[in-house]
């Protein structure tokens, strides 16, 4: 009896040695697994091998890296995960659906671009990436896309037709939360700027903060006191704040967000004193009064109607995109033609006084800001990385995991 229990407890030591051994070899795998997937990323933009495997900040949420450990997380539903191919058991083709699609869009319409990443912003800066922004108001419950900061968002419609393609393939699997932030990602890499590894598992909001969303955005009008406090009661400090403001390196910005510089800054009847002479003149003469004043009304996203009744064919996406991207007077961030890579004419601008919003030109107003644009304009490569750091955090602010939230099928409605 006594020779059976020892033997049985022999046995017993034996499997857990093996199991342990087995946990390391699935760490190695895994690891392997993600730098194959990231060296063929590499190997088609050079841009993204900025990052090493000591580049990125620990994320807040726990995080497991076993074979094992995701099967159970995608099993049991666990609360507080956000992984790395989140859905490779249940959509294995998820990531590749959206970066194929946003691509394809972004070849006829390269402004989705910005689009994306400022839908991205400010879904993410209240309350968390979870989707919120992009639903519709109801009775009870009034949308954030209808709060004065959003009023001018786009991208909207460039998310309905990713989830129907995501629906398609795996229906009511993969999150509007996750399309947002992974198309943002792709549509920094498509504009010149780095790619970042991202963990996903997030799940939909089923609320809309639209009263969150009109105090909490920072705005262009906003002075260095007020972009810090801003940013930093979401967790970013100055280096971070100043980074992140970087994604003004892309798209255009309507004449109504800085007019008043150039006719009635602070109320004075004049120019802001600050901006360059020969810069102030050029901005003038493409936004006057005028046009300040009788700009055409914010274009409306496609209703989720429209975009179901249509076929997802190029020729009916691309129209449909053009009259919902009409743009307004505007000045694209790169004025001066494309610079050598994201974020190079931005931050060399400021030094320039040539910032055409006040909340950028008000980096240069503080020491360690302005530090910062200084270091930011002699490297991009330093700006590539902080800034695919900082998105990495943007991207992981507030997000809800299961069992909270729930995975829309319609990205416009609570299911």
């Not at 902080?386 to 992981?396: E, I, P």
Request: with cysteine; proline share 5%.
């Amino acid at each position: 009896m006594d020779f059976t229990r020892k033997l049985s407890f022999l046995v017993f030591l034996l499997c857990i040695l093996i199991s342990l051994q087995n946990q390391d070899v699935d760490d190695i795998n895994v690891k392997l697994e993600f730098s194959s997937r990231t060296d063929k990323y590499c190997s088609r933009d050079s841009q993204y091998s900025i990052f090493d495997d000591h580049s990125f900040p620990p994320l807040p949420l726990f995080a497991t890296t076993s074979v094992e450990g995701r099967k159970l997380q995608q099993q049991t539903a666990s609360v507080g995960f956000l992984i790395y191919d989140y859905y490779q058991q249940t959509c294995p083709q998820a990531e590749r659906i959206i970066r194929s699609s946003v691509r394809s869009l972004f070849r006829k319409q390269p402004q989705i671009a910005p689009a994306l990443l400022r839908l991205a912003f400010h879904d993410c800066f209240v309350e968390g990436c979870d989707a919120s922004v992009l639903l519709d108001s109801v009775e009870g419950m009034h949308s954030e896309k209808e709060s004065p900061p959003n009023e001018s968002l786009k991208g909207f419609d460039v998310i309905d037709i990713v989830k129907l393609e995501l629906e398609e393939a795996c229906p009511g699997v993969v999150s509007c939360a996750d399309a947002v932030v992974l198309a943002a990602r792709e549509s920094i890499v498509l504009s010149g700027g780095p790619f970042y590894p991202l963990k996903t598992g997030r799940r939909d909001s089923v609320s809309s903060f639209a009263e969150d969303a009109t105090f909490e955005l920072p705005s262009p009008q906003d002075d260095l006191s007020k972009i810090i406090e801003s940013f930093s009661s979401k967790g970013f400090d100055e280096r971070e704040t100043v980074s992140l403001l970087g994604a003004h390196s892309t798209g255009v910005i309507h004449c109504k967000f800085f007019v008043n510089r150039l006719f009635n800054f602070s109320g004075t009847n004049s120019s802001d004193p600050t901006m360059d002479s020969e810069f102030l003149s050029f901005l003038r003469s493409k936004c006057n009064t005028n046009q300040a004043s009788l700009m055409s009304p914010i274009s409306k996203s496609l209703s989720p109607s429209q975009l179901i009744s249509t076929s997802l064919s190029p020729s009916s996406i691309i129209h449909k995109l053009s009259s919902s991207l009409v743009e307004e007077p505007a000045i694209p961030m790169d004025f001066e033609g494309p610079g050598e890579s994201f974020g190079t004419l931005y931050y060399r601008s400021l030094l320039q006084g040539r910032g055409i919003l006040y909340v950028d030109q008000q980096l240069t107003a503080g020491e360690e800001t302005k530090t910062w644009v200084q270091a930011y304009a002699s490297d991009v490569s330093l700006f590539h990385k902080d800034f695919g750091t900082t998105m990495m955090k943007l991207s992981n602010l507030g997000v809800l995991t299961a069992p909270m939230g729930q995975i829309r099928k319609d990205c416009r409605k609570v299911s």
